[in-house]
């Protein structure tokens, strides 16, 4: 079968429709913000070979990893989210392998069969360049507050774990 | 009579119907961990089938982007 570049090749999907993807990529900490900017610059250029529209891009700031990745403890929070075909994802996944600073990527498909014309783009050139800069604060309380908070809830069932 | 020991707790779930389980949110997915990091089971936790199956498949994709441990020693 020769769909052409940028198609859902899918048997069910409806012709004409795009898939919804989200990824969630972790940089090394010390990426500066050039580097940021040009794998973003470089991600935008395969999203326009592929036919594919970025609708989304957030700095999640760098956080603390739960255990380490390549050595590293802490990792630059990049969240995308786009729509595309089948081979989209691909690609992106194959030009994230290659690049050094990535530690670690996750590609989740949230929804199938949306009209690209029904789901437009809020990526502004300004909105790109923001991508380089952490967030405010919000997210690094956000981190510190769940430690805590859930340990007494949960008494109840820990006898139970030793048995097994 | 085993199962007596353990007190089932309305879920956090069933009391927030606005929560929406989701991986990017390690917040909500640590109350349904132990404090090892493994994922409690639903008769405990108090939640619906359905809801676990959700809870279990966020919990593993927040541990790939190491959002939450896959162990606490």
Redesign the interface.
Known sequence: MSAAIGEVRSVRARQGTKREYET?I?LRSGTNKAAILELVQKMMGVFKHYGSTLIKIENWGS?T???P?KRANT?V?L?WRFLGGSDVVREFERNLEITDSVL?Y?T?KVDEDIDPDARPSEITEDLLDAVSEPPPEPVAA?ED??EGS??D??D??????GDN | MDEKKYSRKASLLAVDKTLVIDYKNPQLLRSFLTDRGKIVPARISGVNAKQQRQITQAIKRARMLALIPFTVK
Not at chain 1, 156 to 161: C, F, G, I, L
Request: zero cysteines; proline letters at 4%; hydrophobic letters at 25%.
């Open positions: 969630v972790i956080r990893l739960a255990y990745i990792g929070y969240y670690r996750h989740v956000e507050a769940p859930s340990d809830e949960e109840d069932y820990r006898d139970d774990e």
